[in-house]
């Protein structure tokens, strides 16, 4: 209906030339427009992210994220790879807009920090693959942080394997989404703590 507020899933768009598009008419219509990110909703995640703000971390120097999968390793016909791996349907973006997309949100999320600058390195390895299923992606945050992403569907061995790290002066996280409810800070000089969705705040 014209004039609703809409919440979409991503990726929100397939060119620079869509999502500026989006972008004009959300601003034209003052409704709300939201794109979702659910892996920012862990209370974990949310925890990891009120540590680097409160500076528990220090200044944020190194970020890392991977998403890997090996789903996509060879080539794969069913209702969800047949729309993913078809650029008339997905998009130019493979591995990058499906998966990638949630890693880039992860990292600013929990750092706080915008990246300014990139360099990606799209691969299609599986022979007759229109669009990515790897990619290597190295980031400059604002502030001087650097970054590193990495996202692929055909790194045999995991299923779905979203992975965090955030390194800064004082401190380190690691988060795995495959084991959701622990989250492992080291300050510098001291043993690593896991620290558990009981025992995280609730912020």
Request: contains cysteine.
């Amino acid at each position: 209906e014209v004039g609703s507020r809409v919440i979409c899933d991503k990726p929100l768009a397939s060119t620079l030339e869509d999502a500026s598009a989006i972008a004009d008419a959300v601003d034209a219509s003052g409704k709300q427009f939201i794109l979702t990110h659910n892996y920012a909703g862990y209370p974990l995640i949310r925890q990891a992210r009120e540590m680097v703000r409160t500076g528990e971390l220090g200044d944020i120097r190194i970020v890392q994220v991977e998403y890997v999968q090996d789903w996509l390793a060879e080539e794969t016909s069913n209702k969800q790879a047949d729309w993913r791996t078809d650029p008339a349907k997905s998009g130019a973006g493979g591995a990058i807009g499906d998966i990638g997309t949630h890693a880039f949100h992860l990292a600013g999320y929990v750092s706080d920090l915008k990246a300014e600058t990139l360099r990606a390195e799209l691969d299609s390895f599986v022979p007759g693959r229109r669009v990515d299923d790897n990619a290597f992606i190295t980031l400059r945050y604002a502030g001087g942080a650097k970054g590193a992403l990495w996202a692929s569907q055909v790194a045999v061995g995991h299923e779905n394997a979203l992975t965090l790290r955030v390194y800064g002066t004082k401190g380190g996280l690691v988060w795995r989404q495959e084991n959701p409810n622990e989250l492992r800070f080291t300050r510098f000089g001291e043993p690593a703590q896991t620290l558990t969705r009981a025992g995280a705040g609730n912020s």
